[in-house]
């Protein structure tokens, strides 16, 4: 996203002459936003209580086109956004904010003392100007009860990047008042069969923004988002065996990575991005390895005659979590991630797989079959406390960890064909954030992408 | 009388001595040089210096001995001393052996309570898993998967699919007969190859049902092989749960889904 400069053609002086003025207007705009980075955190309350915060629509150049469309969506996405985050509760009377907004507008002040009416304690404004294909937002905020301004914000971009200038507001929103980053910015991959066969497609955290970014016409499967979010490792039959890719998720180029005859999946990214852990049947079955993203220097780190898969690279990078089924049944383990120091986690349950760290690695969530239908479980690696987070709703697969720990995405087939759900961490507000007609299948949560 | 006669005449005679004595005894001595005397003087000196000397060197000996004594006594402190240290050592050794011993035996006692509770488990899951594994390791031999990533196929009457128990890889018994079938088949048209495919059904994972399927195709590899096929001949793939044959949610289709599926590669 690009600070906005437009240069307009200058045929006529007066053309010349509004440039101008827009430029002088920019600047001094520019120099009323304080550029201080510091967290604001005396509205933040104790105790968890959420943060009341008051957003009117955008308000949109005249003339723009699609203007209803552009000042709705804006207020949308960034209430989305924030009730999402858990910490801020936006005040929901539209007709109300509308109102005010109105007043504002032609007071040509804030009225401060209607906002804190409505018992926001915040108010979020925006404002969007449109020319040619470049979109401009200046975003505003304001201390309702001090009645001063807190802070502003530019944003360039255009109808591609909306959605993500939204989204960085709401994460700067958050971080100002909670000292904690956001999840607004952050990315979704999983797979899905709209078109027949499974592909690698990507949505914004909130499931909006869906693109599918392969197109092998074969089985794509277990897409996981690389630690710095600019790359994607996934498996594929497109070559005839369960081979393991990388695609660059900017232009869309894969790489082959693991090749070897067999199984070359599922994989798992180092926390440093430097290393994958997969499992390959190269050997006679499935056994855990280690490599770097051409295949080479492999370091085989299980040896026995049993199944070997999923493995979850723990996020200090010390620790490998896998499934194995040496023990009669599928449970999950832990190892170094040099093979020692192996040892059984899970014990309840007669089939456990798929294994996530939380981001503190103090957690793995993990799937467990239980009474015929397969559920999400998280497992305290100190206490080995098991809580299950999902039940009586069909089958939940696949959990992973948003990178701030309070959101967990799955998969589920509760209303019918599988697709992506989202929860907190504690099993509430369970909510379908994506729903395909080929559903959703084996999501991965990126980090923050800015 | 006679006896009286003798007695006066004893008298008179000691009487007579005593003065001829007393006499002498006053008499002025006349010094006399005597050469013997001197000589023996000397000797009697020379004897007192020997005996001097032999006395002081005995000193000295008995010196030296003391010192030597003293010396001895000191190493002597000092090796009492050096062994009190060694076996203080040696008992604090001891001691920490001791405790070390102690805590291994705890940790192995809780081992063993570690691995009764995991046995039980085990059994618990699943108590038929090791005549299983008993029946792997007779054929140890690692046979290592085949692709055919260029290859076309085509299905065949002549060779029928195998199935096979949930979460299970062994060959069933139904299965023995259709693969000796198949086996003839494959002796009898010699330059055939073929692919194996290894399925599941949808009752699990993702992520382990690609493994089983694997294991599936590879132990029907390996069953093929031990009826006198040559592993050249033969390619495995794991599709895991992605193909079913039946793609309704019951028994009987799960049951029809568990497979391994043989085609022949055509070029």
């Known amino acids: ?129 449109i020319e040619g294909g470049k979109i401009n937002i200046e975003c505003r905020l304001y201390a309702l009860k001090s009645g001063e301004q807190i802070i502003g914000y530019k944003y360039g971009g255009d109808r ?138 492999l ?34 383990y832990i190892m170094g991630s040099d093979g020692t120091n192996l040892r059984r986690l899970t014990y309840q349950g007669k089939y456990n797989d798929q294994s996530s760290w939380s981001p503190d690695g103090n957690k793995i969530a993990y799937t467990s079959l239980n009474g015929g239908q397969f559920n999400i479980f998280v497992i305290d690696l100190v206490s080995s406390k098991v809580q299950q987070l999902t039940s009586d709703t069909g089958d939940n697969q696949n959990p992973v960890w948003s990178p701030d720990g309070r959101r967990i995405a799955f998969s589920s087939n509760r209303d019918g064909k599988y697709q992506i759900y989202a929860m907190n961490s504690d099993g509430t507000d369970q909510r379908r954030i994506i729903y395909l007609e080929g559903g959703g299948y084996s999501p991965s949560w990126s980090q923050r992408i800015e | 009388m006679v006896k009286n006669n003798v007695k006066y005449l004893l008298a008179i005679m000691f009487i007579v001595f005593s003065v001829s004595v007393f006499i002498n005894s006053c008499a002025p001595k006349k010094p006399k040089v005597d050469q013997t005397a001197i000589m023996r003087e000397q000797q009697r000196a020379a004897e007192e210096a020997r005996l001097k000397a032999e006395e002081e060197e005995r000193r000295k000996f008995e010196e030296a001995i003391k010192i030597e004594q003293e010396r001895k006594a000191a190493e002597e402190e000092e090796r009492r001393k050096f062994e009190e240290a060694i076996k203080i050592e040696q008992e604090r050794k001891a001691a920490e052996e001791e405790e070390k011993r102690k805590f291994e035996e705890a940790m192995k006692a809780e081992q063993k309570r570690k691995a009764a509770e995991e046995a039980r488990l085990k059994a618990e899951e699943e108590g038929k898993r090791g005549i299983e594994e008993e029946k792997l390791k007779e054929e140890e031999e690692e046979i290592k ?123």
């Open chain 1, 1 to 129: 996203m690009n600070k906005k400069t437009s240069v307009s053609d200058q045929r006529s002086a007066i053309k010349v002459l509004l440039f101008f003025l827009l430029f002088t207007v920019h600047c001094s705009l520019f120099s009323a936003f304080a550029d201080t980075s510091d967290v604001y955190l005396s509205i933040t309350k104790a105790g968890g209580a959420k943060i009341k915060i008051a957003i009117p629509d955008f308000l949109v150049q005249e003339g723009a086109i699609d203007r209803e469309n552009f000042s709705k969506k804006s207020s949308e996405i960034l209430t989305n956004d924030l009730n999402n985050s858990g910490f801020f509760k936006t005040i929901e009377n539209r007709d109300i904010l509308k109102e005010i907004d109105a007043k504002d507008k032609k007071t040509g002040k804030i009225n401060f003392n209607e906002w804190t009416s409505l018992g926001a304690e915040i108010l979020a404004k925006g404002h969007i100007t």
């Open chain 1, 160 to 297: 591609t990047t909306f959605r993500q200038m939204i989204h960085k507001f709401s994460d700067e929103i958050t971080y100002r008042f909670t000292g904690e980053n956001g999840i607004a910015q952050t990315m979704l991959t999983f797979v899905s069969k709209v078109t027949g066969n499974k592909e690698v497609y990507i949505s914004d955290y909130d499931g909006q923004n869906i693109r599918k970014i392969t197109d092998d016409k074969s089985i794509s499967l277990f897409p996981k988002w690389s630690p710095d979010g600019k790359n994607i490792i996934y498996a594929t039959y497109r070559y005839r065996n369960p081979d393991l890719y990388l695609i660059d998720v900017a232009d869309g180029k894969k790489t082959p990575v693991s090749i070897f005859p067999g199984i070359n999946a599922p994989a798992s990214w180092s926390p440093d991005g430097k290393r994958l852990a997969v499992s390959l049947s190269k050997d006679g079955n499935a056994e855990i390895y280690t490599m770097d993203f051409d295949g080479k220097n």
């Open chain 1, 299 to 332: 370091s085989r780190l299980t040896k026995s005659r049993s199944i070997e898969t999923s493995p979850a690279w723990s996020p200090n990078g010390i620790e490998i979590a896998f499934t194995s089924d040496r023990g009669g049944s599928p449970q999950v």
């Open chain 2, 145 to 267: 998967p085949q692709i055919a990533r260029e290859a076309e196929t085509k299905v065949v009457p002549q060779l029928d699919d195998i199935h096979f128990d949930f979460d299970k890889s062994d060959i069933r018994t139904d299965a023995r007969e259709i693969l000796q079938k198949n086996a003839d088949w494959l002796q009898n048209n010699p330059d055939i190859k073929i692919q194996i495919e290894g399925h599941c059904d949808e009752r699990g994972t993702a992520e382990y049902n690609l493994a089983l399927g694997e294991r599936r195709a590879m132990s029907t590899k390996k069953y093929l092989i031990s009826l006198g096929i040559s592993a050249d001949r033969i390619y495995t793939i794991s599709y895991g749960e992605e193909l079913p044959i039946d793609p309704n949610h019951s028994e009987d289709s799960w049951t029809k889904n568990r497979r391994a599926h043989f085609l022949v590669i055509t070029k």
